[in-house]
């Protein structure tokens, strides 16, 4: 099924700023602030680096809200409303259309590893739930399952699924969605992958490193879309040392860390995530670009 992306380019995975424990909202507006300077056209709020798992649905809805109301119509909001209960994902996902959200990321199940079946009727009965786009999430490092190219053949019939958001570090699979899924918009995963990801036809990425240099992952995304992909991989390469920095821990304990370094202090992640460690710290801030 062909159809218009949903967006293309880079979606920053936005991180969620803490105070004394708590959401902490005027950091995030300049968060969000920080992202539309750098003219980046889609966020994720509660995400894997905004910590969905520690935060309570109402502080996800009034994060979704206070987002949007915050960007207008200068950027899609894309909510984090991905469970591995099927009817709490219906009802956080359908609070979430209500209060404003543009579009929905969706975790596929994780602990609980359905089968291929159970993955379509979670994803199908999310989808016929709501009336906005819903991006599928296959993260099989987190979940333990990895979503088949099958699957994503018969979730592509369903006219609000817009796609995926792949992070399984497989190039061949990308290549076989494309194959087998004509339409499908893919979204990279990993920021290491961004520019092998669209030249195989890609739509962009939903990214953490963006958090700490958007401009510099818009440009590297906006080169590969151009075509000219000198550029690009020129931009991926020098990349490289940055990412691998900002992963050199379980996400989000590095890039909070790094937002910090860079003027955004967004507080400690919440238990059980703890802070990064020292030595991790020093090489860190050697890669961090200067604002």
Same mark, same amino acid.
């Given at each position: 099924m062909n159809r218009k992306?949903?967006?293309?380019?880079?979606?920053?995975?936005?991180?969620?700023?803490?105070?004394?424990?708590?959401?902490n909202y005027p950091m995030l507006e300049r968060l969000l602030q920080y992202q539309l300077d750098a003219v980046i056209r889609a966020i994720v709020i509660c995400g894997t680096t905004g910590e969905s798992p520690t935060l309570s649905d109402a502080e996800k809805l009034e994060l979704f809200k206070r987002a949007k109301a915050y960007v207008g119509d200068r950027c899609s909001i894309i909510a984090g409303t991905g469970s591995n209960c099927t009817e709490h994902a219906?009802?956080?996902s359908r609070a979430a259309e209500a209060v404003g959200a543009d579009g929905l990321l969706l975790v596929s199940p994780y602990y609980n590893k359905a089968t291929p079946e159970? %993955? !379509?009727?979670?994803? &199908?009965?999310i989808a016929t739930a709501v009336h906005i786009p819903?991006? %599928? !999430?296959n993260?099989? &490092?987190?979940?333990?399952?990895?979503?088949p190219v099958e699957v994503y053949q018969k979730l592509s019939r369903i006219p609000n699924i817009a796609g995926v958001k792949e992070a399984s570090?497989?190039?061949?699979?990308?290549?076989r969605i494309r194959e087998e899924c004509p339409g499908f918009s893919i979204w990279s995963g990993n920021d290491d992958q961004i520019v092998p990801v669209l030249s195989l036809g890609g739509q962009g990425v939903i990214s953490v490193l963006s958090n700490v240099a958007p401009e510099k992952t818009k440009a590297m995304a906006d080169a590969a879309l151009d075509g000219d992909f000198d550029t690009a991989a020129a931009l991926q390469i020098a990349l490289l040392p940055l990412i691998r920095a900002l992963f050199s821990e379980v996400n989000p304990i590095p890039v909070k860390a790094a937002m910090q370094e860079?003027?955004?202090d967004c507080g400690a992640c919440r238990l059980p995530l703890t802070s990064i460690t020292p030595e991790n710290f020093e090489k860190l801030k050697s890669v961090l670009p200067l604002r």
């Open positions: 992306p949903f967006f293309t380019g880079v979606c920053t995975a936005l991180v969620t700023p803490f105070l004394r424990g708590e959401v219906i009802a956080l159970g %993955l !379509y009727a979670h994803y &199908s009965a819903c991006i %599928l !999430y993260v099989p &490092s987190r979940t333990g399952v990895d979503i570090s497989d190039i061949v699979k990308i290549a860079i003027g955004f």
